[in-house]
């Protein structure tokens, strides 16, 4: 069983959020994946306390190592994401909540791009204070098309860790 858990902030102000792309993201892998040997979870915490809505479920570290966790990342430009297993929070708030909640950083990880590009395709990272205003805002509606194209190579992504393991799934998609 693999639990997939989809970070954001609940509530409908936050919805279309840059922060909550990790639940709009699983929201299209519920919507069109395979959902067999899989538990989906829409933590109804704030970003930073999403480890509090793990801790019940993953009680081992066995179990750790088939959660999934899909949240935001300003350190890829928007259209893009990344697998990875046992890395740090990267100073990622929901992830440092999630790590501290369950006691381990091993488990997979699908960090999903979110910061903006400029016309040649570099990253255009917000830093200081226009991070929280960046990551709190609404994608744009030319954004939310990008976004739903990524979630959809997500979707085939969580679909081959899910029946062909991390390593391939990696191999495919990293």
């Known amino acids: 069983m693999y639990y997939i858990v989809g970070l954001g902030n609940p509530g409908e102000e936050?919805?279309?959020?840059?922060?909550?792309?990790?639940?709009?993201?699983?929201?299209?892998?519920?919507?069109n994946g395979?959902?067999?040997?899989?538990?989906?979870?829409?933590?109804?915490?704030?970003?930073?306390?999403?480890?509090?809505?793990?801790?019940?479920?993953?009680?081992?570290?066995?179990?750790a190592e088939r959660l999934i966790v899909v949240h935001d990342d300003l350190d890829l430009?928007?259209?893009?994401?990344?697998?990875?297993?046992?890395?740090?929070?990267?100073?990622?708030?929901?992830?440092?909540?999630?790590?501290?909640n369950i006691k381990t950083k091993d488990f997979i990880r699908i960090r999903v791009g979110i910061s903006p590009l400029t016309p040649s395709g570099k990253i255009k990272k917000p830093e200081g204070k226009k991070v929280v205003e960046h990551i709190l805002n609404n994608f744009k509606p030319k954004e939310l098309e990008i976004l739903k194209k990524t979630s959809k190579k997500i979707t085939l992504a969580l679909e081959s860790i899910i029946g062909e393991g991390l390593s391939k799934a990696m191999s495919l998609y990293n």
């Open 14 to 31: 936050y919805k279309l959020s840059r922060h909550s792309t990790g639940r709009l993201a699983l929201a299209d892998f519920v919507k």
């Open 34 to 63: 395979e959902k067999k040997k899989v538990k989906v979870i829409f933590p109804e915490t704030f970003m930073n306390d999403s480890g509090k809505a793990l801790r019940p479920i993953i009680k081992s570290k066995k179990m």
């Open 77 to 100: 430009g928007l259209g893009k994401f990344k697998i990875s297993f046992g890395s740090s929070s990267a100073g990622h708030k929901g992830v440092e909540s999630v790590i501290k």
